[in-house]
């Protein structure tokens, strides 16, 4: 079996969903992997990314220890903004390029390499504080790190956009398809499985938000200056570049993932409901295939 490490991205902020869904997170892989790693947020964002982070630090502190004495495999960190590892971090990840603190609406980007720095194991599936996980566990994650070092160019393995439906088709846009695996050119920092092997062999180069229209409010709110760009959209810049795909596939049974898009307490409160839903294959039709959350699982407009 592949030594593999399962990492979680949280903030403060997160706390409300956290308490509904981290340990489904823990527990859904929890026999494929050796480490269950949660990388907590240490510096607070501006703007919303930051709302809630003071006041729930201590709660999501009891909360991650609680579940560390349930569940033996799980550790946690705090993301460490110290000069000497912003160094070091910028030398394996990025060729020596600057290494910013945050995106440039104030959004997670050094927490997601230094999460990766802190795991203990080559593989890593990484998964950010809201994303679900469906279907049935089995051996996805060690089928999945197989499938890294076929002759695809796989960079990345994801599950399942979505439920699959009975065809398999999906309604994203996709590189190519083979049988029930889609293959795309670009990367989502919410979820993946890495070898951080090969990550280190492609040093990746942030950059600047391009100066639009559309960013000059950014710049405002950014005390004059242009904040740098998603790592997720670099990433996948560097992919296409070198030929490089992502993978997302169901495995041999099936696994997926469903993302919401909003996280109003509606939706929150109701989790526990949908994730029993899920576990029942209660999917509305217009769910197969989304890799978002629709109005007619949770109607997030009342």
């Known amino acids: 079996m592949h030594p593999a490490t399962l990492q979680i991205n949280v903030s403060p902020g997160d706390l409300n969903i956290c308490s509904k869904l981290l340990e489904r997170q823990i527990l859904f892989w929890y026999n494929e992997l050796d480490e269950i790693l949660i990388s907590v947020e240490s510096k607070k964002s501006a703007g919303r990314f930051g709302l809630n982070f003071d006041e729930n630090q201590l709660a999501l502190v009891n909360l991650i220890e609680s579940l560390e004495k349930k569940f033996p495999k799980v550790r946690h960190h705090f993301i460490d903004y110290s000069e000497s590892r912003n160094k070091r971090l910028s030398n394996k990840y990025l060729g020596g390029s600057h290494l910013p603190e945050k995106d440039y609406r104030g959004g997670p980007f050094y927490c997601y390499f230094d999460g990766l720095e802190e795991c203990r194991n080559r593989y890593v599936m990484h998964l950010d504080s809201d994303m679900i996980i469906g279907g049935t566990p089995n051996t996805w994650i060690q089928d999945a790190i197989d ?3 076929t002759g695809e ?35 989502s920092t919410r979820v993946f499985l ?11 180069r942030p950059r600047k938000i391009r100066k639009t229209l559309k960013s000059l409010k950014w710049f405002l709110k950014n005390k004059l200056t242009w904040g740098y760009e998603l790592p997720e959209i670099f990433i996948s810049e560097m992919m296409e570049k070198n030929k490089l795909l992502r993978l997302d596939t169901a495995g ?51």
Not at 270 to 296: F, H, V
């Open 147 to 149: 499938s890294l070092h």
């Open 153 to 187: 160019n796989i960079f990345f393995v994801n599950p399942f956009p979505g439920p699959p439906a009975k065809d398999f088709s999906i309604k994203q846009n996709y590189f190519k398809r083979s049988g029930n695996n889609y293959f795309f050119q670009k990367m």
């Open 194 to 204: 890495v070898d951080r092997n090969r990550l280190n062999a492609y040093p990746l």
């Open 252 to 302: 041999k049974q099936i696994c997926y993932t469903l993302h919401p898009l909003l996280k109003p307490k509606t939706f929150i409160d109701a989790l526990p409901g949908l994730l029993e839903k899920i576990d029942r294959n209660e999917i509305p039709e217009s769910q197969y295939g989304q890799y978002n959350i629709q109005n007619e699982f949770f109607d997030f407009r009342k």
